[in-house]
């Protein structure tokens, strides 16, 4: 086993300090800095980071494991900040995945529920009861089986929602039909009334919400996107919201965040928006999380997490 | 065991052909009448009935069983159509107890996340998430433990809310805390971030949900209605969400329905409304649990769901 040393770097813009406080309390023997490292002072093995500013990651001295604080690491892929050589473990916490399954569910049962028309009709004191489908004459297909798309989908199961699930690869998720591979795409979202999207953005996942998928949904389908903006093209979307094939559209994510107050997506009167609320990080689950991985690297034992930087995630 | 005519007379006032097919599928060996059977008629054991003209009931020769078409009876019991000696069998399908889940999730699931604050936020084109708290970190409140009140106090425990359920008598219901009887009703409610009542409307439940009531709850609570109208005294409702002690509410059901054009609900900017359509009778389902007892009754077995009219339910 190497020696490793006790010391921790928490680069985040946002509250360093807390975050500090709370990785302080579960790794009581390390030493846990706010400040830059500078080459000569001892070494500093660990750093926790969200977008890192440029040359941080590479001034600190001895570094050895990336611990990203977000679930999405394709900003600091992009970056350029990280050295090939130096592993990279993405944010997996208890806390993301439950956040994420209660803000899905939240929208696929108002929708489910005509609860967006309900309130469109209390809007006008109209008293019209819709008929109300059975979940079980609903498909749902849910882009993504990992952290974020099997309990999601593992929800829609409970609920008896017909579900199903695309991946990139092969899952077996219980009571669900399972989809793998571009091949499958189509097949996957073929007549689904729910479409929601939980994939990792990758070279080969951006731009896949597009009007080749949308037009094998049921018409009047509603789609769901907890994910990225840059999986979805705004334009098809917007064209198919217009047109009657998509009757509705919850949205949390954009190409561009805070969206920008002149998108026509603020205003469109089938979108329901929210401002990246889906799925968020709970400091002290999360610190959980990166301080267990923290001590498996300490131990030799294999780190959880860690990004495939070829798959992109 | 004795001989039953096989007989079913239909009074539903709404469309009693599409159930009279219905239940010949279910009882093939059945004649099933659409028709006000008279005096002098071969007997018709079986009435299936909603809300009852006068004397439809009493003008069935040889009637044994009233079946009613719907989960609450306390408009046929107030009637005063249906003799003391007559048993009735309230509608208890599994269709009723998934819609009432389904609708009950999506608004507390919608409240806890924000949903409706991001509504607002969208009409204003303002960016600006708020702290999520964990689910765990809300208890809720669920009045009524029965076929409706288990199943959605059961989602919110696997959601993992704070679950609290209270009843008349006491339950078991895993991973929640549950209270029995009017002595711990402000216990049971106290501190609740979301009350949701689904309790059958009695003499001893009517006017449940007041001021009283609300007053333990915790500040800024959010309320929900599947049950009745008449649970509820609308003026302190009215007054805590003025007030601000409730953040909002979702109602079901009115004391009128539907709800007059004046009411003051409708316009209420803290209150969603739906017209009585959280658990819509889903007509295959019902019939199958009716055709179910039917056959109970036939062969001398233990009818479920009978109504004990001294509880009213």
Redesign the interface.
Known sequence: MLAVMKRLFIASRGNPEHLAQLFRAELPDYEVLTEQPKAGDPKVPFIVVGRPLPGVIRAVPGIKLVLSLNAGIEHLLASGEVPEELPIVRLVDE?LA??M???V???A??W????FL??E??QR?E????V?K??NKRRVTVLGAGALGRPVAEHFV???FDTRVWARSRHDIPGATTFAGMDQLLEAARGADILVNLLPLTAETRDIVNANVISVLADGAFFINGARGGHVVDADLIAALDSGKLSGAALDVFRI???P?DDPL??HPKI??????AA?T?QHMAVKEMAANIRRFESGEPVLHIVDRHKGY
């Open positions: 806390g439950i956040g399954a209660e803000w569910l939240a929208q049962l108002s489910h529920r005509n609860l309900y309130a009709q209390q004191g008293w019209t009861p819709q109300e059975l979940a409970r609920f008896g965040e805070p969206l107050a603020w205003k329901r928006l929210s401002p990246h609320v968020p709970h």
